[in-house]
Nanobody, 122 residues
Framework: QVQLVESGGGLVQPGGSLRLSCAAS????????MNWYRQAPGEQCELVAT???????NYADSVKGRFTISRDNAKNTMYLQMNSLKPEDTAVYYC????????????????WGQGTQVTVSS
């Protein structure tokens, strides 16, 4: 019923920038908190940034001042602007969203995207 699709990953040199997108589609009534996570090889999954429905944001210390999370509620899309990228930012980036789905009734569920690879290397 609901899908999250990430895009925008790729290979970038240290100091470069990338913008990730996460588009939600399906029988969506509303979207509450949205998050970006990342997982590097051999590492635990890390919460990178959160944005509430009202636009409040929170960031991991490792990305503060470099990454900016935003959302376009009209498009059901979330973004992650990543600047001053470092090799340690290399990971698969996943979006997650708490979504109220409408079928014959309303119910809330959490959905994940499939992930997009970000590689920072010279």
């Amino acid at each position: 019923q609901v899908q999250l699709v990430e895009s925008g990953g790729g290979l970038v040199q240290p100091g470069g920038s990338l913008r990730l997108s996460c588009a939600a589609s399906g029988s969506i009534f509303s979207i509450n908190d949205m998050n970006w996570y990342r997982q590097a090889p051999g590492e635990q999954c890390e919460l990178v940034a959160t944005i509430t429905a009202g636009g409040s944001t929170n960031y991991a210390d490792s990305v503060k001042g470099r990454f900016t999370i935003s959302r376009d509620n009209a498009k059901n899309t979330m973004y992650l602007q990543m600047n001053s990228l470092k090799p340690e930012d290399t990971a698969v980036y996943y979006c997650k969203a708490a979504i109220v789905v409408v079928t014959h009734r309303l119910y809330a569920n959490v959905y994940w995207g499939q992930g997009t690879q970000v590689t920072v290397s010279s």
